[in-house]
C-alpha cells in the first residue's frame, strides 16, 4: 500500500512540474513572438536610436500631466529624432493642463521641425496643443476650433432641500470655497467666478492671434466657441492645410530639410512603453501579429484618464446631451 500511496505522490509530484514547464514554454514562446514582431516591424525601444521622425499622440482629456510632459522634454532630448509629427485628437482639457502642454510643445517646436495632424477633434485644450506646432494639416471632416471657455459645476441644493439634508460651513469670507453646489450661487460668486472666465478666454484669444495671424475680426469670427470642419477651418486660417501624416511629412522633408524616407517611431509615456505593463503588453501582442486597428484601439484605451478634473476652468469640447 505504501509504494502505491508513493508512486501516486511521485506522479502528482511530476504532474506539477511538467505543468509548470508547459507554462513557462507557452510565456517563452509568447515574449520571443512579440519581441520578435517588435524588432522586426521596428517598435522596439531599440529603434529609437536611429534617426527618425518622433510621433507624439495627444488624444483624450488633457490634464497637463507630468508623464506627457517628461515624454515632451525627452523627444526635445533626444538626437535621433529629426523632427516631430505631433497626432491631435483631443476635445480638449483643463486651461491650465493645455498651457502646460502646449508651453512644453513650443519649447520642442524650437528644436525639432514639428506639425500637427488633426485626426479627429483638436478642440479646446486640443487646438491649443495643436497650436504648438509650426503648422496645422487636418482632415476634411475633422472637428477643429471650439476657441472658448467653460465651468461647470452641479448644483444640488434643491435635491437636499427634497431630501431634508442641509450642509453647514464656516468660511473666512463669503466668497471662500463657492460655488460650493450645496446652495444657490450667489451673484458675488457667479460674478468672481464670469472674470476668471473671461481672463483664461482672453489668453486663449490672444494665443490664437498671435499664433495664427488673425486680425481682429477674423479672431472675432473663430472665437465664438463653435467649432469648424477642417475645410472650414482651412478658409478661416485655423489650419493650413488639408491632409494626414503622408502631406505632413512632406511638408517636413520639402521645408524644413528632414531627410526623405525616414522611419515613423510612435514616443509614448514612460510607464505605457514600459514591457511589464497590461496595456502595454497587449497592444505589443497586438503590433505583433499585425493587428495594427486592435492596437490602436487598446493604446486609446490605456490613454484615458481614470478620473477627470472638473473643479478648474475647461478648455473642452462636448456636445450638449439632448434633452
Known sequence: MSSDADLLADRRSLRRKLTLWRV?????????????????????????????????????????????????????????????????????????????LHTALRQLAAKKPMIAVVDGVAASGGYIAAMGADRIVARQTSLVGSIGVLFQFPNVSHLLDTVGVKVESIKSSPLKAAPSGFEPTSPEAREALQRVVDDNYAWFKQMVRDRRHLADAELATVSDGRVHSGRQALGLKLVDQIGGEAEAITWLEREK????????????????????????LAEAMARGAGLEALAATIARAADQPVGLRLDAPLALWQPAAEK
Not at 35 to 51: F, Q, T
Not at 265 to 279: C, Q
Open 24 to 100: 513557462l514554454a507557452v510565456l517563452g514562446v509568447i515574449v520571443a513572438a512579440v519581441v520578435g514582431g517588435l524588432a522586426w516591424r521596428g517598435d522596439s525601444p531599440a529603434s529609437l536610436s536611429s534617426a527618425h521622425i518622433a510621433r507624439i499622440t495627444v488624444s483624450g482629456f488633457i490634464s497637463g500631466d507630468r508623464r506627457t510632459l517628461d515624454l515632451i522634454k525627452s523627444v526635445e532630448d533626444s538626437s535621433a529624432v529629426s523632427a516631430v509629427v505631433l497626432r491631435v485628437d483631443s476635445p480638449g482639457g483643463t486651461t491650465s493642463g493645455s498651457e502646460a
Open 257 to 280: 530639410g528632414v531627410a526623405k524616407d525616414l522611419k515613423v517611431r510612435d514616443w509614448r509615456r514612460r510607464s505605457e512603453s514600459s514591457s511589464f505593463g497590461l496595456w502595454s
